[in-house]
C-alpha cells in the first residue's frame, strides 16, 4: 500500500496518498476547485490556471491540477488571492471569447462575480463555423484552447492525430495538418473530441443545424445529399 502523507487544506488536516495532486485532496475533500483545462479522462497540463491554489510558503499560487501533495503542506483553496486570480481569468475568456455554449465557465463567472466587460479593448477570437464533416462543426470563435480535444485525439484516448495546435501566439489555435477538411485527414469521426469539449467549440452537427432552424427532415435530406456528392 502506497505511504499516506499529511497536509493541511482549508485548515483541516487531511491524509493524501503520494502521487495525489492538490486538485485530488480537494475533490477527496469535497471542496469545489474550478477547472477548464483539465479533464478526468485528458492528461493535466495546467495551461488555463483557473484550478490554481494558494500553498503556503509558494510566491505564486499553483495550479492544483499538476501540483502534487507533500507532507506538512498548507493549502488554501479559496482565499482573496485565488478568488482575483481566477475572476481574472474569466474575464479574459470571455472578453476574447464566445462563452454562451459553455454553460460551467458561465457558472463560475456567476460564482466569482466576473464581469464581461472588464477588458472591453480586447479582440475577441473570431472565425466563421467550419462544416465539413457529417458528423460535427467547429466554430473556434468558442475555443479556448484548452487543448482537451488534441489530447483525446492523440495518446490519451485515440492514438489518431488528425487535430493539433496550428499558428504562434495570439494566431495560435486548433486545426489539422496543412489546413486540411476532416474528411481528409486521419480522423474516423469517434467523436471523443467533441465529448470532452468545454465550450461548445466543437459540436455535433445534428445539434448545430438543430439550432440553427432546421428540421429533422431537412437534416435528413442534407445527409442524405451528403452521401450521394461523394
Ligand atoms: S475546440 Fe474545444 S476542446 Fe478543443 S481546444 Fe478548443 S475549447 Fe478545447
Ligand atoms: S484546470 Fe488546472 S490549469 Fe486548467
Do not use: H, V, W
Given at each position: 500500500m502506497a505511504d499516506k502523507i499529511s497536509l493541511t487544506m482549508n485548515g483541516q488536516e487531511v491524509q493524501a496518498e503520494q502521487g495525489d495532486t492538490l486538485l485530488d485532496v480537494a475533490r477527496a475533500m469535497g471542496e469545489n476547485v474550478p477547472t477548464i483545462c483539465y479533464h478526468d479522462a485528458t492528461t493535466a497540463?495546467?495551461?488555463?490556471?483557473?484550478?490554481v491554489v494558494d500553498v503556503e510558503g509558494q510566491r505564486v499560487l499553483q495550479p492544483a491540477c499538476i501540483v502534487h501533495a507533500a507532507a506538512n503542506m498548507k493549502v488554501q483553496t479559496r482565499n482573496e488571492k485565488v478568488e482575483r486570480s481566477r475572476k481574472t481569468i474569466l474575464e479574459m475568456l470571455s472578453s476574447t471569447m464566445d462563452?454562451?455554449?459553455?454553460p460551467e465557465i458561465l457558472t463560475m463567472m456567476d460564482d466569482y462575480g466576473a464581469?464581461?466587460?472588464?477588458?472591453?479593448e480586447a479582440v475577441r477570437r473570431e472565425s466563421a463555423v467550419i462544416d465539413d464533416n457529417p458528423m460535427f462543426v467547429r466554430d473556434?470563435?468558442?475555443?479556448?484552447?484548452?487543448w482537451r480535444c488534441v489530447q483525446v485525439c492523440a495518446e490519451d484516448a485515440q492514438y489518431t492525430y488528425a487535430i493539433n495546435f496550428d499558428g504562434r501566439g495570439y494566431e495560435t489555435q486548433i486545426g489539422t495538418f496543412f489546413e486540411k477538411s476532416i474528411p481528409e485527414t486521419s480522423c474516423v469521426l469517434c467523436g471523443q473530441c467533441v465529448a470532452v469539449c468545454?465550450?461548445?467549440?466543437?459540436?455535433?452537427r445534428r445539434q448545430h443545424l438543430l439550432e440553427q432552424g432546421s428540421t429533422p427532415e431537412e437534416i435528413s435530406v442534407l445527409n442524405t445529399g451528403r452521401k450521394r456528392r461523394k
Open positions: 497540463n495546467a495551461l488555463c490556471r483557473i484550478c462563452l454562451s455554449d459553455a464581469s464581461d466587460e472588464r477588458f472591453p473556434y470563435s468558442k475555443c479556448l484552447l484548452c468545454p465550450t461548445g467549440a466543437l459540436k455535433p
